[in-house]
């Protein structure tokens, strides 16, 4: 079985695509509790904490799905219940990666190879915060360069860099937005320093391989990526059954919407928006009636979408269905917790396309 490392982990979309393709995640690194609790909840993974300098520690907690509250490491209850929701099959009962949740910073390549155990990392995938590149961002560095060299957030991309020369994997793909071709020149002559002299930004579309919402990211990475496309699926076919499914559905409860926006909600069209909030080049806007004939607009973990025919919000479940989650992924913590991790994942439909690329130059 190939073997795969996730840094910047998130809740597991860019995972999950590599898990379902065969892959193995050994190690997942994420600073955000939550999200790294929906990591070991999907890959049957074990949470750890860093001490001092080579010492972690096995975290014990309590975490919550909904109404459901389980514990790390899991009783004998959760197993019973993640298997019976389909979590726990017979893909993840095989799997145990090690979910360090702290900040990458901190993290010694010599730490993850611990916990590796002599095993090979084949890949290197995950995906920087885009905050410093992103153009929905009106504080992002004006100069380019210091994006990537002096803003906290943008630096993180030289972590991932940091770990890929390290631990030199045979491939490695890292996710951003487009903003990020901005510094290409420096990020190949990062990457050149560490020994990766072939370095391609690889841009596509989430909707071409089947992703109910639109998603333009960058993925950079020492090989050529160029899926198979596929037929996107619009609002309704991707969300429509879940009217009638109730709240047996893992994170389908409802959030309400904001006080100023109840009264006049039922006048709001397909793809109307409530309010628009200024990017650095570009006015976005949120609290969008969704056309049910067409596919969603991007999903982001501060935008919400209102459903087509219903005078609500979509569910986290709901918006995890336009990143082509399937339902037995989960996420752990409270509603806008949630609707964060989902936002700035890697759609499962995207991901898988990836995987099997990565697949397929690895034989």
Known sequence: MLKFIDLFCGCGGFSRGFVEEGFEPL?????NEDAAFSYALNFNGKIYEKIRPGEFKL??????????????????EDIK??????????????????????????????????????????????????????GANPKREKNPYDRLYKDETGRLVLEYIRIVGDL??????????PGIKEVRGE?????????????????????????????????????????????????????????Y????????????????????????????????????????????????????ETVMGKRFFIHPYEDRLLTPREQARLMSYPDY??????IR??????GESVPVALSRAIAKVVKENLR
């Open 337 to 342: 917790s949630c609707y964060n991790q989902i």
């Open 59 to 76: 975290r014990e907690l309590k975490g919550y799905v909904g109404i459901y509250s389980f514990k790390f490491p899991f009783e004998e």
């Open 187 to 243: 990020i190949i002559k990062e990457f050149r320093e560490i020994g990766y002299e072939d370095v391609y930004f690889n841009t596509l579309r989430a909707e071409d391989y089947g992703n109910p919402s639109v998603r333009r990211r960058v993925f950079v990475s020492n090989i050529e990526i160029n899926p198979e496309k596929t037929q996107p699926k619009t609002v309704i076919e991707a969300i429509g059954d879940l009217m």
């Open 81 to 134: 219940w993640l298997k019976n929701l389909g979590t726990l099959n017979e893909k993840t009962e095989k799997l145990s990666p090690v979910v360090i949740n702290d900040d990458i910073r901190e993290i010694h390549a010599l730490e993850i190879e611990k916990f590796c155990k002599n095993k090979k990392v084949d890949v290197i995938i995950g995906g920087p915060p885009c905050e410093g590149y992103t």
């Open 168 to 177: 030199q994997p045979k491939i490695f793909v890292m996710e951003n937005v």
């Open 245 to 296: 499914k109730g709240r047996d559905v893992p994170n389908h409860e409802f959030a309400a919407l904001p006080a100023r926006f109840r009264r006049r909600v039922h006048r709001l069209g397909w793809g109307d928006a409530f309010i628009y909030f200024k990017g650095a080049n570009r006015r976005l806007g949120n609290y969008i009636r969704l056309h049910p004939l067409k596919l969603a």
């Open 329 to 334: 992924h989960l996420f752990a913590g409270g």
């Open 27 to 31: 190690v997942a690194i994420e600073l």
